[in-house]
């Protein structure tokens, strides 16, 4: 039962989130071979008050560039936020191997370009989906101290910081996460794409009638 239950989840996970926003943008997670070069290249685009929020300091392209790399070999999974083809947002969810206190640790970026829409929150609500795909019962989340955005955001889902190092850094417990937001995940998923399908097939009918129409009246 749980091996099917995993394979499942797996499938989920790689499935486009649609969900409209300005600019045409979605959620998904990005596969293995994808996130070095689309990480990265997101990474490299944060102007440098994001990339200091992002690392707690100032960090040249070279680290970022090795971070990426080391991201797409470690079994990070990247929930990424994609308008374009560009990923613009992206929420981290790093191994409990990589973290000095075992704990699964989460980290998030967003270009300025598509701040104040939500992204970060919907980010967030699917990585911790995806946490509990992974069987996770306890996050650590850390951000630098005066990145106060995201400081709210790790609030809101119930993350308690504590200022440490220049950092402030916190836990949530997924046991108190409400459990509708992975039956979301999964149900509104294959809905949301059926019903933009059906949107571009009427809007691709009504134009055809149109130039049809146009052509007998003539």
Same mark, same amino acid.
């Given at each position: 039962?749980?091996?099917?239950?995993?394979?499942?989840?797996?499938?989920?996970?790689?499935?486009?989130?649609?969900?409209?926003?300005?600019?045409?943008?979605?959620?998904?997670?990005?596969?293995? &071979?994808?996130?070095?070069?689309?990480?990265?290249? &997101?990474?490299?685009?944060?102007?440098?008050?994001?990339?200091?929020?992002? +690392?707690?300091? +100032?960090?040249?392209?070279?680290?970022?560039?090795? @971070?990426?790399?080391?991201?797409?070999?470690?079994?990070?999974?990247?929930?990424? @936020?994609?308008?374009?083809?560009?990923?613009?947002?992206?929420?981290?969810?790093?191994?409990?191997?990589?973290?000095?206190?075992?704990?699964?640790?989460?980290?998030?970026?967003?270009?300025?370009?598509?701040?104040?829409?939500?992204?970060?929150?919907?980010? +967030?609500?699917?990585?911790?989906?995806?946490?509990?795909?992974?069987?996770?019962?306890?996050?650590?989340?850390?951000?630098?101290?005066?990145?106060?955005?995201?400081?709210?955001?790790?609030?809101? +889902?119930?993350?308690?910081?504590?200022?440490?190092?220049?950092?402030?850094?916190?836990?949530?417990?997924?046991?108190?996460?409400?459990?509708?937001?992975?039956?979301?995940?999964?149900?509104?998923?294959?809905?949301?794409?059926?019903?933009?399908?059906?949107?571009?097939?009427?809007?691709?009918?009504?134009?055809?009638?149109?130039?049809?129409?146009?052509?007998?009246?003539?």
């Amino acid at each position: 039962m749980r091996e099917g239950f995993e394979e499942e989840s797996l499938a989920v996970s790689q499935v486009d989130t649609f969900r409209p926003r300005p600019g045409f943008g979605y959620v998904r997670t990005l596969s293995q &071979h994808e996130e070095l070069p689309l990480l990265r290249d &997101h990474l490299l685009r944060l102007d440098p008050e994001s990339r200091h929020d992002r +690392f707690n300091g +100032f960090l040249d392209d070279s680290f970022i560039e090795r @971070y990426a790399a080391r991201c797409a070999a470690d079994g990070t999974i990247v929930v990424a @936020y994609m308008e374009n083809g560009m990923v613009r947002g992206a929420a981290e969810l790093h191994p409990p191997e990589q973290s000095e206190d075992g704990l699964p640790e989460i980290a998030f970026s967003v270009e300025s370009c598509v701040r104040r829409r939500g992204v970060g929150s919907l980010l +967030f609500e699917r990585v911790i989906s995806e946490a509990r795909w992974k069987g996770y019962r306890e996050l650590r989340v850390t951000t630098g101290s005066q990145n106060h955005a995201m400081r709210a955001l790790a609030a809101k +889902f119930g993350a308690h910081l504590a200022f440490r190092h220049g950092e402030s850094t916190g836990t949530i417990d997924l046991s108190q996460q409400p459990q509708d937001e992975l039956a979301k995940l999964v149900i509104d998923t294959p809905i949301a794409a059926a019903r933009a399908f059906f949107s571009l097939n009427r809007a691709c009918w009504k134009l055809m009638t149109r130039m049809y129409g146009d052509k007998r009246a003539a």
